[in-house]
């Protein structure tokens, strides 16, 4: 049996898990209901304050990473830990954690992708930016369509350098949300 996948190098898991971008797909949403409903039911009631879709596979129309992503706040630091314990306990693998955020992955294996992709952020109640700026394109298609753009022009470049795509896309991403935080204000 070769490495396991928390045994790997950040350079080996870009190699095994390249970016690629797909066509939006509307079972992206289907997933995400049976996860949140499968999270919901397996974490108890009073620790999740909100769970969102988030990332690109929440925005209408647009090529992405076939990858949902899924943020639950919590308002506790202690709930952190226990919504993290719960989920790995419950085949979720720890990608990360820093202060006040911890991110989790399913679908990953040695083997490469599984069919069905997802990254968890769980967060303390009130770091959403993410929801800014998903509704913020998903309201104005034309940027929805630079974004897409974008997202397309940096695939092949950085196609094993998931941090350095990430970075790419960090300006405006960031130009985004401020414009959608002054038209939303109050909204979250």
């Known amino acids: 049996m070769g490495k396991m996948l928390e045994e790997t190098s950040l350079e080996e898991l870009w190699q095994l898990f390249p970016i690629f971008l797909v066509e939006h797909n ?5 997933w995400y209901e049976e996860e949140r409903n499968t999270i919901l039911s397996t ?8 769970i969102s879709h988030i990332g690109s596979t929440a925005i209408l129309g647009i090529w992405t990473k076939n990858i949902v992503d899924i943020l639950i706040e919590v308002n506790n630091e202690s709930d952190l ?12 693998l720890c990608m990360n954690m820093s202060e006040n955020r911890i991110t989790l992955n399913k679908g990953y294996t040695e083997q490469g992708f ?18 800014y700026f998903r509704d913020y394109l998903n309201e104005h ?11 397309l022009s940096l695939w092949k470049q950085f196609e094993h ?6 970075d790419a896309k960090t300006d405006f991403i960031k130009k985004c949300t401020d414009l959608a935080k002054c038209e939303y204000r109050g909204r979250y």
């Open 43 to 50: 974490v108890p009631d009073n620790i999740i304050v909100r």
């Open 81 to 92: 830990d226990i919504v993290k314990d719960i989920l790995t306990d419950n085949g979720w």
């Open 141 to 151: 298609k034309e940027i929805a369509k630079e974004y897409e753009t974008l997202k």
């Open 161 to 166: 350098d998931r941090d350095g795509y990430t």
């Open 114 to 131: 599984a069919e069905r992709v997802f990254h968890l952020h769980i967060r303390m109640t009130g770091d959403h930016d993410e929801l």
């Open 26 to 30: 509307p079972l992206w949403k289907v």
